[in-house]
């Protein structure tokens, strides 16, 4: 049987489209995603790489209807901006355990419909699954944050020496780490307070003290994204800022520092 040119160039096209067809098949297959977490939606292997983003949250005082705001849009920022893969994981500064809390969320981001195939997948039900598995949780985590009342201290120094060492041990086993801390910097505690006329604000001095040295911190060169919010209780701002300048760079962040009014 012969087959003419219009006909060859129809063989042609259906051929190469049933290759790409069988080889899409076949990467779906052969390319097999890592066992994940039902809870944390990360890889449960050990050796699996994939960058780490943390948030802290100071909600020692109780967050005005104007901080809520800021939050959830910093916190929305920070989500939106996720890779595929990257884990979230959001901490408060907590005057009940003088340091960090226990992770108030702390998952990796799932596939958003827009990044998956049609031909292999279903777009729909991966928008979906990120919704209602991370999206919403967010959601829940802010109108939590918006409940609660404040604290008696606020140990913002001995929360970052927690990080520090949450920074020590994951230390080369992610392939990118990225800190961001939504806080007025007023740490209050019985050792130590920002709070006065009459505060000690000089860093060069405090640092040589033994509340210094135990709460001293090192952000390995991590960047740092410093949310810093304005509070009127800061009576000797230039100070207070000042103090924090010399902290991150000794602590040796690779800090931005951005003043929310």
Not at 183 to 200: I, K, P, V, W
Request: proline fraction near 5%; charged fraction near 25%; charge should be neutral.
């Amino acid at each position: 049987m012969r087959f003419s040119r219009k006909d060859k160039h129809g063989l042609a096209i259906m051929g190469l489209a049933g290759v790409i067809i069988i080889g899409l098949l076949v990467a779906q297959f052969a390319i097999a995603p890592l066992p994940t977490d039902k809870k944390t939606l990360c890889p449960k292997s050990d050796d699996a790489q994939y960058s780490q983003v943390f948030l802290l949250v100071d909600n020692t005082d109780k967050l005005t209807a104007r901080r809520q705001t800021d939050l959830r849009r910093e916190l929305r920022n920070v989500a939106n901006n996720l890779e595929l893969g990257e884990r979230l994981t959001v901490y408060e500064i907590s005057s009940e355990r003088n340091g960090l809390s226990l992770p108030v969320f702390d998952m990796c981001r799932p596939t958003r419909g827009e990044e998956v195939s049609a031909w292999t997948s279903a777009p729909k039900q991966a928008e979906k699954k990120y919704k209602e598995s991370f999206e919403r949780l967010l959601e829940e985590l802010l109108s939590g944050f918006s409940e609660q009342i404040g604290s008696p201290t606020s140990p913002i120094l001995e929360s970052f020496a927690d990080l520090s060492k949450q920074l020590r041990i994951i230390d080369g086993s992610r392939t990118e780490v990225r800190v961001y801390i939504f806080s007025d910097l007023m740490h209050n505690t019985d050792g130590y307070s920002q709070y006065g006329r009459g505060a000690t604000l000089d860093f060069d001095a405090w640092k040589k003290t033994p509340y210094g040295n135990r709460t001293g911190a090192n952000f390995r060169n991590y960047p740092v994204t410093v949310l810093y919010l304005i509070n009127s209780a800061i009576t000797r701002p230039v100070e207070h800022r000042e103090f924090w300048l010399k902290y991150f760079n000794a602590a040796e962040a690779e800090y931005t520092w951005e003043p929310l009014q």
